[in-house]
């Protein structure tokens, strides 16, 4: 089920009424309910994947408390392992199982010894890389001793299903998410309605900015040895807008849909188009995902200590893998290894934590230096994502090839399309910078305007998404 | 809570209303807009038509028949029903809706060629159906085919849900801020340009043997009862094989098979004739198209002047 979609127009006022007026008097009750719901909403995509979940679930509140329960160090460590290599297990086999399968084919293939080679005709469940994510976190945090292995199985499952970031993240931490689950839910006024805001936020960067974009990006992609330059490089940008758009719009409504039954989430996007270098980049776009990269692999890994060749690796180490968890290809590993040799020179200069704070809201019009870093890192972003977006590395090194080659200098028509969905990128740029110290552009209006006004913009920006709404509806970041 | 479900009701009820009447404007002044092509659909329900002839068919209608040349300067009136992208089934649909609302015409010209035949399962530039949506007699032909959803056709207005070029010009229609002009006359829309479309040489290089069409029996079918139709309501019905560039006609191995079953459909009334353009002198004139099967404007006018000299000389006009 989709949030931009009708069947959850009907589902989350129901959940939300049963919830709050029907199973409110227990706590159990209301997690059983939160769980019944989430197994709806992913199900309604393929029903048969719920096993999955079930299983990853069971197996790790079963394993954690394993862990918990036993005090010999060589039993916990074994505890942990079970459960990482099954659910990174699971993640190989249905994620990259063909992928390898058909990199091992070519490297044979390379050296002159042809292979035939099976793939499976494996359908990619919806969402497993982001819950077993979350799940992997809690045994992890339980075996350090971050956290204490929870018996309440209710709990547990509601943690590893609730539905608003079931496929799409933020991918929690138990240390956030899971308390929240053990103790009374408070309906709070200003939290509800501020988290419709954030969804309603959320709704404009999918369907106005992503989805208009996602049209033109398809078009542009899908004949990009014919297209001009000019038409690549607007390729290249409005990829960059649809993929903020998607994945950060979708993220706002998972926050403000889970406000909407008293859960706070975290953060998972901070502006990331203001950024003035990579790293301060990598602080702000997908947040929960850099962050357990940091938590559970750099930081493991001796993080930006020890020799200057291992700083380097464990640097190469994360972006890598990072671009390896977006999916099976290289394209994806390119664009991580890109992001590691941007990031390379502020760490080995030491720069790599210059940009700490958040750009002042006192300033409307950046000063000369951020007026040059903040374009810069948007461009190298932009340069990165070609590997993101195209469907082969040879695709991505054409497309790049034909944007610096002159024969591809030429006109092209301006058209309805691409004329109205720049100037609602700059628009929502401006507002967005604007709002740049705020959680999300519409937090806290109330505040500082009377109830009408409030009102007025609120049916704006609905007559805004209705009218210029795309047509595209999936999310891009359900594929990985 | 209780202040949360009270103003979450107070917006939805306020917003809904809203909604309701802006849609409602706008939708009524787009069935009096000539944006888009809604000056024809707006004639066609507008019942007030009396043409002598009407003219169907894809754009090879809409492109290339002129209703003046047609009409003799004005001495008959004629009216164009071409749909660009459409084929036989959706192009007799737009026929019978207008059928319904308007005068009988006493002659039906039909602009066939090689795909008229062929199925298409989805819907072409559908914008321009969004005020008639509610009309049944629209809707159950438009549901046989992909393009609208459940909720287009059920919620209120919901069709226009990101049509932001349809709303705006509607919107600025409404508030006297713009009026639209056709860019098109009686539903003719030439194409006013000397130059040839490269879409030809990329089908060379790709498909240089050529490709045979495949038939729709279905659509081969409903060609057979609108012909049978037409007769039984006593009006001629001209069905024209339009001209294609000559370079082109090795690229479509069944066209003479194709033709001919125009020829055998034709053949079965006195009321019905089939005019054979495909090989025309026209064809071999490069000059007069901008692409393979679609004449330009000057192209447009000879083909024109040619079935008027045709419909003259079967002495259908003018007795």
Known sequence: MLFNSLDFVI??????????????????????????????????WDYRFLSLIIFSSALDFILANKISSTSIQKNKKAFLYISLSINLGLLMVFKYFNFFIDSFANAFSFFGIPIQTTSLEIILPVGISFYTFQTLSYTIDVYRGNLKATKNITSFFAFVSFFPQLVAGPIERATNLLPQFQKAREFKYSNAVNGLRQVLWGLIKKVVIADNCASIVNEIFDNYATEPSGMLIIGAIFFAFQIYGDFSGYSDMAIGFARLFGFQLMRNFAFPYFSRDIGEFWRRWHISLSTWFRDYLYIPLGGSKGTIWKKIRNVFIIFIVSGFWHGANWTFIIWGALNAIYFLPLLLLNKNRKNLDNIKSTYYFPPVRDFFTIPLTFMLTCLAWIFFRADSVQTAFTYIGHIFNYQYYTTFNFSYELKMTSVLIIVFILIEWLNKHKEHVLENIDKKMPRWINWSIYLLISFIIFIFGGNQQDFIYFQF | MKKFIINISLFAVLSGSLYLTIFWKIEKTLQHSDYLDYSEWNDIYSGKQANEIVIIGSSRARKMVDPIIISQNDSISVYNLGMEGYKIPFQITKYQIYRKRNKKPKICIQIVDHFSLTYRPDLYDIEQFLPYLNDPDLTIQLKKYEGFTWADYNLPYFRYFGKSNVILAG????????????????????????????????????????????????????????????????IKHIIIYAPEYSEFHQYIKNRDSISNIYKAIASKHNSTYFIDFKDSTICHNKSLFYNPTHLNKNGAEIFSASINKYLKSLKLLYD
């Open chain 1, 11 to 44: 589902f989350l006022p129901l959940v939300f009424i049963l919830y709050w007026f029907v199973f409110n008097r227990s706590l159990t009750n209301q997690n059983i309910l939160l769980i019944t719901a989430s197994y709806v909403f992913y199900g309604w």
């Open chain 2, 171 to 234: 919107f600025l229609e409404l508030i006297k801020l713009k009026r639209f002009e056709s860019t098109g006359f009686k539903g003719y829309y030439p194409k006013n340009t000397a130059i040839w479309e490269p879409a030809f040489d990329r089908l060379k290089t790709e498909n240089p043997k050529g490709e045979t069409i495949k038939l729709n029996q279905e659509v081969v079918h409903l060609m057979e009862k609108f012909t049978d139709k037409l007769a039984d309501d006593s």
